[in-house]
DNA sequence: GCTGAAACGGAACGCTGCTCCATTTAGTAT
DNA sequence: ATACTAAATGGAGCAGCGTTCCGTTTCAGC
């Protein structure tokens, strides 16, 4: 019960505070770092940019997918918390939809790497899935809804598979001309509209 | 001069009969590897299955794009050949077009990690990269202009853009129950109909 | 200050890609 | 058949990486 010392309520508090500090320069380096040399960039870059041991990363983030996560966790609620506000100030639903998975994208297209580690098979990844997973996956499975109810999207396609389509279009190389991730995510979405047809 | 002896007709001659005899021992174990370990397995491990050293490998194949290039030669030039014999029978260039991409999907995502390693940013790969397109890309763009010229899609879709986008989006954990690439393969041919309203 | 525990750093281990060179072996000329 | 030469071989060796382990340092409460 422990009534009036810390129960816990804000988790990264509670620690000493030089462990806090660290943890703060391991963020910030591995930031840094993450954008020249991509979310695989070896474990002793970031140590030495933060000016601490190998040890210390690894016991703040025990694996790698703890580390990408907390970096970009910032971003990945932003990207979250902007589906209800797309949805209620767009056009249409669909029009939401648009716009967040372009949101979705440039968040994934300009972190060098990431995209990739998304999808990767290795299971060094995992944790970072699930946390995109369980952030991302209802903010758009919402949307998806909302276009279907709306009758601008077929119905039946799952939001995962979306997702992950989308993720996958996005890797590669960057800032290789002939490829735009965009226009493919963009003739994704072209065929989930409704066809006059149907 | 040498006058009788073989003058190097057949590329794959011309070479010491046990080079030809390990070349060829190589092949079948990195196929064999390749099935269970990805096209990322180890070289130790393939020189073992070979029962030949690490140097021979190299010796044979200097790049793993070169190695993983010789194992599925022949069903990338079944997957070329294919082209123009599906455009020939279908009922439509489109039908052809879906046709030969189901072909070009089924052979990726039996192959595990290959698809991977085709987008991979690493350099490890590049030539393999390169091979799939200089062998498949003017099949699909031969299909992709036979479908807009038969008014069946719209124009303007790179052949490169689309065959990257297939690629990338065959990427990932195999058996996956919640994604199938085909339907988002799908999904995205169905984006690129030629829409009644356009 | 003193002290116990939390936190630290980097050496050490295992695995991998790739290279180098002493040794073996196939093919040929005698 | 034998000897010779160049092609071919194999595995030790080096470098880079992830991860762990443990002796040492540093904080925080008394």
């Known amino acids: 019960m422990t009534a009036g010392g810390p129960a816990g309520e804000v988790p990264s508090r ?6 806090q500090r660290n943890r703060e320069a391991v963020l910030t380096a591995a930031a840094a770092v993450f954008v020249t040399a991509g979310v695989d960039a070896p474990i002793r ?9 190998m040890a210390t990363i690894y016991r703040h983030f ?7 996560t907390a970096v970009y966790q910032h971003q990945i609620e932003a990207c979250a918390e902007a589906g209800p506000h ?3 100030d767009a056009d249409s639903p669909l029009d939401a ?17 990431l995209a990739d580690a998304l999808q990767s098979d290795s299971d060094r990844f995992t944790a970072l899935h699930a946390y995109f997973l369980d952030r991302l996956l209802p ?20 939001p995962y598979e ?26 994704l979405l072209q065929g989930l509209r409704r066809s006059s047809t149907a």
């Open 14 to 19: 509670s620690k000493r505070a030089d462990a």
């Open 162 to 187: 979306l997702m992950r389509g989308i993720g996958n279009l996005c890797i590669g190389r960057d800032n290789d001309p002939r490829y735009d991730p965009r226009r493919l995510v963009a003739l």
């Open 139 to 158: 903010v758009c499975a919402h949307l998806l809804d909302a276009a279907v109810e709306a009758g601008d999207i077929t119905p039946g396609t799952q």
């Open 86 to 88: 797309l949805l209620a």
């Open 45 to 53: 870059r970031i140590a030495a940019e933060a000016g601490v041991g």
């Open 62 to 68: 025990p694996t790698r997918a703890d580390l990408v």
């Open 97 to 113: 939809l648009h716009q967040w998975i372009d949101l979705f994208v440039d968040f994934l297209v300009t972190k060098h790497g």
